[in-house]
Every structure is written in C-alpha cells, then in structure tokens.
C-alpha cells in the first residue's frame, strides 16, 4: 500500500490531578465522579517524556484536565524540552511562562471562546504573546444531529456556536501553526475513529491537524493516513499499550520511523 509519508504519529501525556491517565473524554465534568478512567499511571509524567525523547517523537501533547497539574506538566516538558505541547488552561497572561518551561506550542481552546462565542480580542492578544508558530488551537468537538460538529470547550462539557468546517479552519489558520481535534464522542472509547470528521478535517483545514479520538489498532491507523491523504496526524492513548491497551507502542514508533525513512513502503503488522 503507497500511503503518504507525512502523517505523524503524536505522543500524549493526559494529566488529571497529576497523574498521567487515560479518560473517556465524553464524561468529563467538574464532578470528579462522573469520569470514567481506563488507565492510571503508576509513573511519573516525566518517564513518559523521557521515552518520547527517546524515541524522537516530537509534537506529542501534555494535556492538564482540570486543577493540580501544573506541576507534573512543567516535569513533562523539562524531560523533553522543545518536544512536547502543552494545554489546559492557557491564558495570554501565562502561554509566555509556559513556552519559557520547554513547550514548543501552547495549545488552547476555552480562553478564546467564552458564552459560546470566539472572543477575538482575546485570540488577538495570545497571538501577540506567542506568535505563529508557537500556537495551536483546539477545535475539539462533538457532533450534532444535523451532523455538524460544533466545537467544544472546558473539558468538552460546553458548546460553541462555532461549526468545524471550512469557513472556521480558514479563518484561524491564520493565527497557529496547526489544529488539535479531538472527536470528543469516541475519545477513549477504543471504539472507531470519526471518519467524517477525518475526512472533513483533511479536505477543508490549510494548516496540518492532530487528529484524536476512538484509535483501537492498525486498520483505524492505516484508515487515518488514506482518509487523511498524509495533512492528519494522529495521536493513541487508551489503545497503547503504555496506557493498558494491546497497540505496540514499540511497534507503532517502528512504523512512524519506517514512513519517514521510506515514504513509498509501509511496513506490515498484525492485527492489534
């Protein structure tokens, strides 16, 4: 199979009261008993950085779900400084402190959106703050009925008036370097990935997207990389290994080498 050489594999590092978890995205809430958690860490956020490292897997993602974890987020990013993203509560007033902890990008969704609408002054002034390049915007969404996906914003529970589509990636293309999508319906869920959405994402977005959400093995891998004609990254987390689940981490590193390495062959697994 001739696939694209340009899709990427990208880490993650979920963080929840500072400790490095795999969760269903769609439960999420600010009551903690509601989140359904397939996975706790018994290390630390800075062994699975180390390891990325290691492994020269850059772009990967630190995601603070909620309060107490700033500080396992900045042992993350001094593990593999300039390697890792880091989001979750970002703000104009802290993106500089963060990128000056190690994060090559500041990932951000809830500061520029507020009562459901983009606050441009708000997206304006971030952007003085970190420039292009060091910004990436979540436009992490659930869809609706009609079969739109509307983004959503502190931690997936609140809808935007704000639709995935062509219009809105065209428009905030402008301010960072690449999107951060989380299909929040199959996030953690090892259940399929949102081919719509994948193919929605790929067709319409000017800049590369990460596209997250319901990865369980290699046939969901392989479709990411066709649908996405090689513009759509792509991140793992419940389906690893690493976090209790049957994906080779090991391997799907392997793999990622191989595409750079020969972008005309694919190397062959079994099913996960």
């Not at 997206?123 to 969404?141: I, P, Q, Y």
């Not at 995935?164 to 370097?177: G, H, I, K, N, P």
């Not at 999107?179 to 790929?202: P, Y």
Request: net charge negative.
């Amino acid at each position: 199979m001739n696939l694209s050489p340009h899709a990427e594999f990208r880490p993650c590092i979920d963080l929840h009261h500072g400790e490095v978890k795999q969760i269903v995205g769609s439960t999420l809430s600010d009551d903690d008993s509601t989140v359904r958690t397939n996975f706790v860490a018994s290390r630390d956020s800075s062994y699975f950085a180390a390891l990325y490292r290691r492994d020269n897997l850059t772009g990967g993602h630190v995601i603070k779900l909620g309060p107490g974890n700033d500080e396992a987020a900045k042992r993350a990013l001094a593990a593999w400084p300039g390697g890792l993203q880091v989001g979750g509560g970002i703000t104009a007033e802290n993106a500089a402190g963060w990128l000056e902890a190690g994060a090559a990008q500041v990932i951000v969704t809830s500061y520029i959106f507020r009562d459901g609408e983009l606050r441009h002054d708000r997206l304006e002034k971030l952007f003085r703050e970190t420039g292009r390049d060091h910004l990436v915007l979540d436009l992490s969404c659930r869809r609706l009925p009609d079969g739109s996906y509307r983004i959503v914003t502190d931690r997936w529970q609140k809808f935007t008036d704000w639709t995935v589509d062509r219009s809105t990636l065209q428009e905030l293309s402008a301010y960072a370097t690449e999107f951060l999508v989380h299909a929040v319906d199959v996030e953690g869920k090892q259940s399929g990935i949102d081919r719509d959405l994948l193919a929605l994402l790929a067709g319409a977005s000017p800049i590369p997207c990460v596209y997250a959400g319901g990865i369980a093995g290699w046939q969901d891998i392989e479709t990411v990389e066709n649908i996405g004609r090689g513009r759509i990254h792509y991140t793992v987390g419940s389906a690893l290994d690493l976090f209790g689940g049957r994906l080779s981490y090991a391997e799907l590193v392997e793999h990622s080498r191989q595409r750079r390495v020969n972008c005309g062959e694919t190397p062959r697994h079994t099913s996960a």
